[in-house]
Every structure is written in structure tokens, then in C-alpha cells.
T-cell receptor, first 114, second 115 residues
Framework: QKEVEQDPGPLSVPEGAIVSLNCTYSNSAFQYFMWYRQYSRKGPELLMYTYSSGNKEDGRFTAQVDKSSKYISLFIRDSQPSDSATYLCAAPGWDGGSQGNLIFGKGTKLSVKP | NAGVTQTPKFQVLKTGQSMTLQCAQDMNHEYMSWYRQDPGMGLRLIHY???????DQGEVPNGYNVSRSTTEDFPLRLLSAAPSQTSVYFCASSYSTGGGQETQYFGPGTRLLVL
């Protein structure tokens, strides 16, 4: 079992919808998580960084971690066609920091229809 | 800053050929990594480096070699290409901002087709 699991989708929603993207993790030692966004034929780019307790909000995006169930979520409010991309969750390969070693979920492909 | 650059953008190889994928960064980042991305498999770590002269294996290292003689460059060598190595390869660099935080910056990728 991979340490970070993610439903690959695809997920299609109408513009303006609230989107929920989810991952599960197996290593309780993970202390922080990341969400990356990857547009088609581009490299991933960091979207949000969140520690293993609580929520983090950045504009229309909210990242949430539930340690008890080992569940990571990314919510997108008022989704826009420009949000259409693949979203990848990630965790560090080391307890003390990734040092270049990240474990990624498979990514969820999101399409927001106008 | 150019960020992370990768060359070539696209390459076709025949089975058994060798080649080097180039990666360079101009941000003075200490950490560099190579990932491959395949449909349905996500991003998988091949090799990574925590500084010049130091490299380590990731999840899928077989068939690949790396070295890091400078902070800026981290080439990935395919020793004898196989069709299973057909993939999109991403190089990334990162630095520690303290408190465990670290942001990886990815290059644009190299698409490799092995026939």
C-alpha cells in the first residue's frame, strides 16, 4: 500500500461549484502535507502547505487535515474553469522534512465546465 | 531567475540506447530530485540529492544513475533504455525554510519515448 492514496477521478463540476479533493495517508508520523496543482503538459506547482492539525485557508482554497482518520482534503470554493488541472497531494519522505524526497498521491484530474 | 530548466523537452530512443536528461537550477537550492510521471501511477521519486556530492535512491531507481558535482546541476542518466522507461520526467529543486517547511519547484518536464 502506498503511503499516500488519492482517487484519480476524473472529476467534472459546473462553474461555481464547491469542489472537494481528498487523500488518505498511512504514516501517522507525517507532520505536514502539501497540495500541488499541475496544468496539462506542465510541471506541478505548490498550491498549499498545511500542517497535520487544523485548516489553512488561502483565498478560494482551504486545506484540511483530519489526523484521527488520516484524511487530507482540499476544498475549492466558487470553482472557475481556470481551476481545471490535476491536483496532487504530497507528504515528506522523512519525518523531519522532505529534503527533496516527497511522496505523491496519484493526482485527481478536475475539470470545471463553464 | 530561470528557475528549474530541463533539456531536452522531448526525446525518442531505441531500446538499449543510453542518454542523459539534463536539469539545472539557478536558485541555489540545496535539494534536487528526479521524478517520473506515468498515467495512473502519479509522480514517483527516482533519485534525489541533499547537496553536491550526495545522492540517494528513491522509489524507482533501477535503470537510472545520477550524480551531483555542483549545486546547480543534477543530470539523470539512462544506462540502457527500455520501453518501460517511456514516461514524463520531472526535475525539482527545493530548500528548507525551517520548521520542516520546504517548497519544491518543478521543471517543465522531459517527455521520453523508448521504442
Amino acid at each position: 500500500q502506498k503511503e499516500v492514496e488519492q482517487d484519480p477521478g476524473p472529476l467534472s463540476v459546473p462553474e461555481g461549484a464547491i469542489v472537494s479533493l481528498n487523500c488518505t495517508y498511512s504514516n501517522s508520523a507525517f507532520q505536514y502535507f502539501m497540495w500541488y496543482r499541475q496544468y496539462s503538459r506542465k510541471g506541478p506547482e505548490l498550491l498549499m502547505y498545511t500542517y497535520s492539525s487544523g485548516n489553512k485557508e488561502d483565498g478560494r482554497f482551504t486545506a484540511q487535515v483530519d489526523k484521527s482518520s488520516k484524511y487530507i482534503s482540499l476544498f475549492i470554493r466558487d470553482s472557475q474553469p481556470s481551476d481545471s488541472a490535476t491536483y496532487l497531494c504530497a507528504a515528506p519522505g522523512w519525518d523531519g522534512g522532505s529534503q527533496g524526497n516527497l511522496i505523491f498521491g496519484k493526482g485527481t484530474k478536475l475539470s470545471v465546465k463553464p | 531567475n530561470a528557475g528549474v530548466t530541463q533539456t531536452p523537452k522531448f526525446q525518442v530512443l531505441k531500446t538499449g540506447q543510453s542518454m542523459t536528461l539534463q536539469c539545472a537550477q539557478d536558485m541555489n537550492h540545496e535539494y534536487m530530485s528526479w521524478y517520473r510521471q506515468d498515467p495512473g501511477m502519479g509522480l514517483r521519486l527516482i533519485h534525489y540529492s541533499v547537496g553536491a556530492g550526495i545522492t540517494d535512491q528513491g522509489e524507482v531507481p533501477n535503470g537510472y544513475n545520477v550524480s551531483r558535482s555542483t549545486t546547480e546541476d543534477f543530470p539523470l542518466r539512462l544506462l540502457s533504455a527500455a520501453p518501460s522507461q517511456t514516461s514524463v520526467y520531472f526535475c525539482a529543486s527545493s530548500y528548507s525554510t525551517g520548521g520542516g517547511q520546504e517548497t519544491q519547484y518543478f521543471g517543465p518536464g522531459t517527455r521520453l519515448l523508448v521504442l
